[in-house]
T-cell receptor, first 113, second 112 residues
Framework: EAAVTQSPRSKVAVTGGKVTLSCHQTNNHDYMYWYRQDTGHGLRLIHYSYVADSTEKGDIPDGYKASRPSQENFSLILELASLSQTAVYFC????????????FGSGTRLTVL | GDSVTQKQGQVTLSEDDFLFINCTYSTTTYPTLLWYVQYPGQGPQLLLKVTTANNKGISRGFEATYDKGTTSFHLQKASVQESDSAVYFCALVGTNTGKLTFGDGTVLTVKP
C-alpha cells in the first residue's frame, strides 16, 4: 500500500513567521507534489519535483518555496507566512508524469493568525 | 490551458437516492478524465477514470461516463449510502502537460 505521511497534522503560525511543512513517502516514487486546498476551490498545485535536489513551480508558487533533499522527502516552506496562506496542504506522490493516480497524505491544516 | 468546471458545490441526499454529479472540461488534447473522492480527515484518492477510448468507468458501485459532444463527464451511483458522504472531485490529466487539473469539489452528504 502506498504511503505518504505529512507532519505536522495541524499548525498555528503567526503572520510573518516561517513555516515548514514536511512530507515523507515510502512508495519509491519519483514525483512529489504540494497542493493547497481551500473551501470551494478544489486542489491547486503549488510546487512539484521529479528528482531529488530539484523542484518545479506549479500553478500558484508565489509565497512558497519547496525543497527535495532526497527521493523520500519533500518540504514546503513559507518564509513569511500571511493570513491568505491559511488552508489545508496536501502532499502527494506518483510513479511518473501524466499519471492518473496520485497518492495523497492526510493533509496539514495551517492557520496563520 | 486545461480547465475543469464543477458547479455543484453541495449535494444532500437520503440513503438509497440516486447520485449524479456533472463536470465540464476544456482542453486541447485527448484527456483522461478522473474522479477522486476525499473522505473526512483523509487525502483524496482515485475513484474512477474514464478515457476517450472506453467512455465509461465503474468502481465500488459508482459509474463514470463521458460525453465528447458536450465535453462533460458525470459520476453516478444508483443507490447511495451514508458511508458515501465525502467530497468528490473531477479532474483531468492533460496529455501534453502531464498535470492533473482538479474541479472545485462537490460535498456529498447522505442522510440515514
Amino acid at each position: 500500500e502506498a504511503a505518504v505521511t505529512q507532519s505536522p497534522r495541524s499548525k498555528v503560525a503567526v503572520t510573518g513567521g516561517k513555516v515548514t511543512l514536511s512530507c515523507h513517502q515510502t512508495n519509491n516514487h519519483d514525483y512529489m507534489y504540494w497542493y493547497r486546498q481551500d473551501t470551494g476551490h478544489g486542489l491547486r498545485l503549488i510546487h512539484y519535483s521529479y528528482v531529488a535536489d530539484s523542484t518545479e513551480k506549479g500553478d500558484i508558487p508565489d509565497g512558497y518555496k519547496a525543497s527535495r533533499p532526497s527521493q523520500e522527502n519533500f518540504s514546503l516552506i513559507l518564509e513569511l507566512a500571511s493570513l491568505s496562506q491559511t488552508a489545508v496542504y496536501f502532499c502527494a506522490s506518483s510513479e511518473g508524469r501524466a499519471t492518473e493516480t496520485l497518492y495523497f497524505g492526510s493533509g496539514t491544516r495551517l492557520t496563520v493568525l | 490551458g486545461d480547465s475543469v468546471t464543477q458547479k455543484q458545490g453541495q449535494v444532500t441526499l437520503s440513503e438509497d437516492d440516486f447520485l449524479f454529479i456533472n463536470c465540464t472540461y476544456s482542453t486541447t488534447t485527448y484527456p483522461t478524465l478522473l474522479w477522486y473522492v476525499q473522505y473526512p480527515g483523509q487525502g483524496p484518492q482515485l475513484l474512477l477514470k474514464v478515457t476517450t477510448a472506453n467512455n465509461k468507468g465503474i468502481s465500488r458501485g459508482f459509474e463514470a461516463t463521458y460525453d465528447k459532444g458536450t465535453t462533460s463527464f458525470h459520476l453516478q451511483k444508483a443507490s447511495v449510502q451514508e458511508s458515501d458522504s465525502a467530497v468528490y472531485f473531477c479532474a483531468l490529466v492533460g496529455t501534453n502537460t502531464g498535470k492533473l487539473t482538479f474541479g472545485d469539489g462537490t460535498v456529498l452528504t447522505v442522510k440515514p
